[in-house]
């Protein structure tokens, strides 16, 4: 079973590679929730996500008969980047397996660091399955995502830095998609302050921890749809579940609405740019999905940063739905002049910006004598959306609502 001892010592080796990231007090969300609330700032680490510290910790732990064989190993885009960072800073040669449709922008850093990077299979479970099959034709070390000891203990050098700068903090909340992470950070936390409460959170549709806990064994899920794909894993790891069940307090799930809220504020108000997984921590606190009392001193670990630029653009849409500021509607109009001004000065009153128009008179789900219209429109809250409905309706307008 990991230790203290195993963190401490591996701080000394991470420190050569990885950064000591900042640990902020936010106005934001403090007031949001009425907790204390800090924010660990993971995503400044080098390559963008904490995967450096336990790949760091891996490879300078490694026999030289292993390091001078190489390493192999399978990742989606944050331990990929992170042990190519690492292998390169030691001088081990190294090869990743990615997964094909892994986004473009982390396979690019990847390669960046100097990686060979193999593009196999269509998610994580397969491109592990090649990685392995490198490893036995190769002759190379499988470098393991989260399921180590060393690789949990160098992640937990997080949780050494948090006691190090806030000595108060009464619970620290941590994402868990194979429990590395969260493992080494709640054996530094609970190892120095027992009384400190240590807060898992998964994505609603990568869910295997809390149910794995109620049944006592590791579940498998058949499958996982999340847009938290740092954490979007079937099942937790065999050791890293063993360290969950001795020291988490609570574990709590968020839905996507959820963490596109958490990123569209931490991008919004704070001006910080965190990727899915490392937005679910925060994702919690603001949902309420666990119990705190007021002014408690809380810290979500952010825990990476790298977003695929497109899936960003999904993000924040979802993250306006979900508060309000973005609405598509659909209704149909007389097809005549000024059928269309006439709803236009309806959301001109109403003080609704609009994005986007289509008015479609060909449509063959509406009569010859009449034409379809979609309208993107920007609003500014739930208030303002009810009160633009209330308008169109009293106006006599059929409106569909379609996000």
């Given amino acids: 079973m990991l230790d203290?001892?195993?963190?401490?010592?591996?701080?000394?080796?991470?420190?050569?590679?990885?950064?000591?990231?900042?640990?902020?007090y936010s106005h934001t969300f403090s007031d949001m929730t009425g907790a204390d609330v800090?924010?660990?700032?993971?995503?400044?680490?080098?390559?963008?996500?904490?995967?450096?510290?336990?790949?760091t910790n891996r490879i300078a732990t490694l026999p030289a008969a292993d390091r001078e064989s190489g390493v192999v190993t399978a990742s989606a885009g944050n331990h990929a980047q992170g042990v190519e960072l690492a292998a390169t800073r030691m001088g081990v040669d190294s090869k990743v397996v990615m997964p094909e449709n892994a986004p473009i922008s982390k396979v690019k850093a990847t390669?960046?660091?100097?990686?060979?990077?193999?593009?196999?299979?269509?998610?994580?479970?397969?491109?592990?399955?090649?990685?392995?099959?490198l490893e036995r034709e190769e002759g190379r070390y499988y470098l393991p995502a989260f399921d180590?000891?060393?690789?949990?203990?160098?992640?937990?050098?997080?949780?050494?830095e948090i006691l190090e700068d806030l000595p108060s903090v009464d619970t620290v909340v941590?994402?868990?998609?194979?429990?590395?992470?969260?493992?080494?950070?709640?054996?530094?936390?609970?190892?120095?302050?027992?009384?400190?409460?240590?807060?898992?959170?998964?994505?609603?549709?990568?869910?295997?921890?809390?149910?794995?806990?109620?049944?006592?064994?590791?579940?498998?899920?058949?499958?996982?749809?999340?847009?938290?794909?740092?954490?979007?894993?079937?099942?937790?790891?065999?050791?890293?579940?063993?360290?969950?069940?001795?020291?988490?307090?609570?574990?709590?799930?968020?839905?996507?609405?959820?963490?596109?809220?958490?990123?569209?504020?931490?991008?919004?108000?704070?001006?910080?740019?965190?990727?899915?997984?490392?937005?679910v921590p925060l994702a919690a606190l603001l949902a309420g999905e666990f119990d705190y009392k007021a002014d408690e001193t809380i810290v979500p670990t952010l825990c990476g940063g790298n977003i695929d630029m497109n899936t960003l653009t999904t993000?924040?849409?979802?993250?306006?739905?979900?508060?309000?500021?973005?609405?598509?509607i659909r209704t149909v109009l007389p097809d005549q002049p000024g059928a269309l001004d006439a709803l236009v000065d309806i959301i001109s009153e109403q003080e609704a910006?609009?994005?986007?128009?289509?008015?479609?008179?060909?449509?063959?789900?509406?009569?010859?004598?009449?034409?379809?219209?979609?309208?993107?429109?920007?609003?500014?809250?739930?208030?303002?959306?009810?009160?633009l409905l209330d308008a169109f309706e009293a106006a006599g307008y059929e409106i569909e609502v379609l996000t």
């Fill in 111 to 133: 390669q960046s660091y100097g990686a060979e990077v193999v593009l196999h299979g269509a998610n994580y479970d397969a491109a592990a399955e090649h990685a392995r099959e």
């Fill in 38 to 55: 800090h924010v660990k700032q993971e995503m400044l680490q080098r390559t963008g996500a904490f995967k450096i510290r336990g790949a």
């Fill in 4 to 24: 203290l001892d195993d963190v401490l010592a591996a701080r000394d080796r991470v420190a050569e590679t990885a950064r000591y990231t900042p640990l902020v």
């Fill in 174 to 279: 941590v994402p868990i998609g194979g429990g590395g992470l969260i493992s080494g950070i709640a054996t530094a936390i609970k190892g120095k302050q027992p009384d400190t409460r240590v807060i898992g959170v998964q994505a609603e549709g990568a869910s295997s921890v809390a149910p794995s806990l109620q049944k006592g064994d590791r579940i498998m899920l058949d499958s996982v749809d999340t847009i938290a794909d740092g954490i979007a894993t079937r099942t937790v790891g065999e050791k890293t579940f063993q360290v969950i069940q001795e020291r988490v307090d609570e574990v709590v799930t968020v839905s996507d609405a959820d963490i596109a809220v958490a990123v569209t504020l931490l991008l919004e108000r704070s001006k910080t740019l965190v990727e899915g997984a490392g937005a």
């Fill in 315 to 328: 993000v924040l849409v979802r993250g306006m739905i979900e508060t309000g500021r973005y609405l598509r």
């Fill in 353 to 387: 910006n609009i994005y986007a128009i289509q008015h479609d008179r060909t449509s063959r789900d509406v009569s010859m004598d009449a034409a379809e219209v979609e309208i993107d429109l920007e609003t500014r809250g739930h208030d303002h959306v009810e009160r």
């Fill in 148 to 160: 180590d000891w060393q690789v949990m203990a160098g992640q937990g050098t997080i949780g050494l």
